[in-house]
């Protein structure tokens, strides 16, 4: 059974930092395209950024690009979401997802979920 677990969420200024990350355990990791997802309250959840399994390709929602970069180590079963020049308008429970083949922008089309970060960005 396919575990993912994410970290690295926290409180933090506007225009601060945070990484997070996110650990894939019960299959082979890097046979995957991994994605990272975001739901604010009373919102549904949305696309955030994707990578392949060889970290050859990305792809990022347009609120993000050139603040936000996803990364992998298969080695370590790990994808990470470096995220900078938070906003408010950032905060959001950050989750993390798997699916094979290549990498999507959409949400359905991602089978395994992990149980989500929260994120805050206030001062």
């Known amino acids: 059974q396919v575990q993912l677990v994410e970290s690295g969420g926290g409180l933090v200024q506007p225009g601060g930092s945070l990484r997070l990350s996110c650990a894939v355990s019960?299959?082979?990791?890097?046979?995957?395209?991994m994605g990272w997802f975001r739901q604010a309250p009373g919102k549904e959840r949305e696309f955030v950024a994707t990578i392949s399994w060889n970290g050859d390709n990305t792809y990022y929602a347009d609120s993000v690009k050139g603040r936000f970069s996803i990364s992998r180590d298969n080695a370590k079963n790990t994808v990470y979401l470096q995220m900078n020049r938070l906003k408010p308008e950032d905060t959001a429970v950050y989750y993390c997802a798997s699916r094979a083949y290549a990498i999507s922008i959409v949400t359905r089309d991602y089978t395994s979920w992990g149980q989500g970060t929260q994120v805050t960005v206030s001062s």
């Open positions: 019960g299959r082979t990791f890097s046979h995957y395209a």
